[in-house]
């Protein structure tokens, strides 16, 4: 029999804007667990549970060291009740049985493959399951219209449900870069997204792309495209023009969603395959049918614009994770009357504008202790 004086007991802070979270998961099958439900909860458009499992999977990624008892929770913020008994239910059987049976059901199969097509999201999955469509074969067969992106999608879904590598990544950011140095000299390009926190892997390649003076930037993303087309490595793109001076519903720093107004670009890049360009051997039958056949791999990248007196606040709000900014947008919200976006901060007492030029400043304006990208992995 233990005491509970040998238990290791965990204190983390509320909003995951004020921990620190590196790639270290000490507690990865319980978060895979709560991840699952989360997708799950998001797949079936109950935004609001899946946040809940979320939430509760970040605390666990947090802890110091793996939680072998339930009462070693005790106290810490965001664990309700259904997330808690998930919990323990794995600590004491080795598995949940929501979990289980929800890996199992037709329905979730079916809306994770649906959705891993890109350009595919929950409405649409939904709607194509309930005219019967289950899988790739029925999408291909049945033939719903498909729109531009969702044709490049099933057409590459291997590729593109592979991981990217951080090779791959860096390889992509060569190509970028030397296509932004030769279409506007001076412009700078970051690597945003997964990669920047220090992820050995991603779903996509995300670059954040600024001129040091103000105003140099606009249309940047068209001739890049243009440049990237002409060099042949374009498989997909589509641009959206800046529309943050447009929004007439919300001003600028109060946006009505999480969803920013930057010049951007979703693509996907022919990215050369190595071991082709160096030795002229295939490996032919060793290969998929598909990899027989084309030199490249598809990639998705995302490439976004900002002005240059944006730029932290774009830089923080693309670099993720998505519950780290989700948390960063409701402490600023709910503890400070402040309005964070990935264009501005707005102090809804003060009625002014807070400028920054660094990540540093904006955790200074939001009274938290500045936590480093490689730590904001919630
Ligand atoms: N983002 C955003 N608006 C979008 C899409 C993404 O602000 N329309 C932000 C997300 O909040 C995230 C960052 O861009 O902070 C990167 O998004 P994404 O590429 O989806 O996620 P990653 O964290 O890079 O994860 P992965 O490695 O799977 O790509
Ligand atoms: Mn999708
Ligand atoms: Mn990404
Ligand atoms: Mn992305």
């Known amino acids: 029999q233990r005491s509970e004086a040998e238990f290791v007991t965990f204190s983390v802070p509320s909003y995951a804007c004020q921990r620190r979270t590196t790639l270290n998961n000490r507690n990865a099958v319980l978060t895979d667990a709560l991840s699952l439900l989360a997708d799950n909860a998001e797949l079936t458009g109950d935004e609001g549970r899946g946040v809940a499992f979320r939430r509760a999977a970040a605390v666990l990624k947090a802890l110091p060291k793996p939680v072998t008892d339930a009462t070693q929770l005790r106290?810490?913020?965001?664990?309700?009740?259904?997330?808690?008994?998930?919990?323990?239910?794995i600590l004491e059987d080795g598995a949940s049985n929501e979990v289980e049976s929800t890996k199992r059901s037709e329905r979730y199969k079916a809306l994770k493959v649906l959705t891993g097509v890109f350009g595919v999201g929950v409405k649409t999955a939904d709607r194509w399951i309930r005219a019967g469509i289950r899988d790739l074969h029925g999408l291909q067969d049945s033939g719903p219209a498909l729109n531009r992106a969702q044709q490049a999608g099933l057409q590459h879904y291997d590729d593109l449900n592979q991981p990217v590598t951080k090779a791959e990544a860096d390889a992509i950011a060569e190509i970028v870069e030397r296509a932004v140095a030769s279409v506007s000299p001076g412009a700078q390009t970051t690597l945003i997204g997964g990669f920047r926190r220090g992820k050995p892997t991603g779903h996509d390649v995300d670059f954040l792309i600024t001129h040091p003076e103000e105003g140099r930037e606009e249309g940047l993303v068209p001739k890049v495209v243009s440049w990237l087309e002409s060099e042949g490595i374009l498989f997909y793109q589509k641009t959206t023009?800046?529309?943050?001076?447009?929004?007439k519903e919300s001003g600028p720093g109060r946006p009505s969603s999480s969803m920013d107004r930057f010049?951007?670009?979703?693509?996907?890049?022919?990215?050369?395959?190595?071991?082709?360009?160096?030795?002229?051997?295939?490996?032919?039958?060793?290969?998929?049918?598909?990899?027989?056949?084309?030199?490249?791999?598809?990639v998705r990248v995302?490439?976004?614009?900002?002005?240059?007196?944006?730029?932290?606040?774009?830089?923080l709000g693309w670099t993720g994770s998505k519950l780290f900014e989700r948390e960063l947008r409701r402490w600023a919200g709910h503890e400070k009357a402040m309005s964070l976006s990935s264009h501005a901060l707005y102090d809804n007492k003060q009625r002014r504008y807070l400028r920054a030029t660094s990540e540093e400043e904006i955790f200074a304006h939001l009274g938290l202790e500045f936590i480093p990208p490689s730590e904001r992995n919630a």
């Open 75 to 89: 106290g810490l913020p965001c664990l309700g009740e259904h997330s808690l008994r998930v919990i323990n239910d």
């Open 241 to 247: 023009r800046n529309s943050y001076l447009e929004g």
């Open 263 to 298: 010049e951007r670009c979703f693509s996907i890049f022919k990215l050369p395959k190595e071991e082709k360009r160096g030795a002229g051997q295939t490996h032919g039958a060793a290969c998929g049918p598909e990899a027989g056949h084309k030199p490249w791999r598809a």
């Open 302 to 315: 995302d490439l976004v614009v900002s002005p240059v007196s944006q730029f932290a606040f774009a830089l």
